[in-house]
């Protein structure tokens, strides 16, 4: 049963959702941190940053095989759960004006979110390191590439070769790389600028499936009660943002989404 404050708080509209690795979780889609996390079996110092990924490259390109396929095979099945289902609805009654998401699965746009600011980037997205040039990894050939990465054990050669194919060089001469913002890399200034705009003006922030660690996003929710958003956080677990949030809903947000829908 949700608190009746919150679906007050949700019918005033003028809410803004943050989402994490969590929403998706339901999904079937691993989180980063925790039990059962992707790092528990990758550890980030390699698979997420790009110092860290081209090292793997060169000394371990099998391995890295190996990543690619677990973490693209996951999000390649993967279909939005009720709570991306939920958030799309809410916009679309004109409860929600936009997700800001550190997620690079897609799902929200697949749910039919329109304003959704993605603060990480899409894994279903090239971009060029040098000009910026951006181009889109369509699902066919992530697939193809995954099943060959998957039954290529002719080792380094054969991952290097099948990698050169399907992230091939920009018209520029770079080579072209997952649109994923990694560890040390700074944000895309028009997408984070959007965000904090969004936060400008919203009454109430919903914070979904985030551990709250990660910068600048996890600073998000403190610049928006600043601005005098009220928070609700939708988590199993309490966050590093627990301390700021206004409401906690202790519940998996698939389950939670539909709740609140319900009480509206
Ligand atoms: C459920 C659930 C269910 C489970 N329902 N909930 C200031 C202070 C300190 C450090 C920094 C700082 N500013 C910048 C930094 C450095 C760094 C950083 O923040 N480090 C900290 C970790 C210490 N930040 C950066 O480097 C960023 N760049 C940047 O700031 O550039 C400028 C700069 C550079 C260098 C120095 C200073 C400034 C870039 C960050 C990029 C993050 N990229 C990743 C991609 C990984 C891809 C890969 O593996 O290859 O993005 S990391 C990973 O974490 C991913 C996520 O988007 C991100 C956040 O994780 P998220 O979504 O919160 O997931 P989890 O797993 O942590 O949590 C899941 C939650 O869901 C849990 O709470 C569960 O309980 C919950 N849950 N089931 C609801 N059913
Ligand atoms: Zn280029």
Redesign the pocket.
């Known amino acids: 049963m949700i608190d009746k404050k919150i679906i007050e708080m949700v019918r005033d509209g003028d809410m803004v959702c943050l989402t994490?690795?969590?929403?998706s979780?339901?999904s079937g889609i691993a989180?980063?941190?925790?039990r059962g996390?992707?790092?528990e079996k990758?550890n980030?110092d390699l698979?997420?940053s790009s110092e860290g990924?081209l090292s793997v490259l060169h000394e371990d390109p099998c391995r890295l095989a190996d990543f690619i396929v677990d973490?693209y095979s996951a999000i390649l099945t993967a279909g939005p759960n009720q709570?991306h289902l939920g958030l799309a609805l809410l916009e679309k009654e004109g409860f929600l004006s936009s997700v800001i998401t550190?997620?690079?699965d897609n799902l929200h746009q697949r749910a039919g979110s329109r304003n959704v600011i993605e603060l990480?980037g899409n894994a279903f997205r090239l971009r060029c390191a040098v000009c910026g040039k951006k181009l889109l990894l369509e699902k066919d050939r992530l697939k193809e590439l995954c099943s060959l990465l998957a039954s290529n054990r002719t080792g380094r050669r054969g991952v290097l070769h099948s990698l050169a194919r399907y992230f091939p060089r920009c018209a520029c001469g770079r080579r072209l790389r997952i649109d994923?913002?990694?560890?040390?890399?700074?944000?895309p200034e028009e997408e984070l600028n959007a965000a904090f705009r969004q936060l400008d003006d919203c009454r109430t922030l919903l914070l979904?499936?985030?551990?709250?660690?990660?910068?600048?996003?996890?600073g998000l929710p403190g610049y928006a009660k600043e601005k005098g958003a009220k928070i609700i956080e939708?988590?199993?677990?309490p966050?590093a943002l627990s301390a700021i949030a206004d409401y906690r809903i202790a519940?998996?947000?698939?389950v939670v989404l539909p709740e609140i829908l319900k009480g509206l």
Request: hydrophobic share 50%.
């Open positions: 994490g690795a969590g929403i979780a339901d989180t980063f941190r925790g996390g992707f790092w990758y980030p698979y997420a990924l973490f709570a550190q997620n690079i990480h994923v913002v990694l560890f040390g890399e700074i944000l979904i499936g985030t551990s709250g660690v990660v910068y600048p996003a996890a939708i988590n199993p677990e966050t519940g998996n947000a698939a």
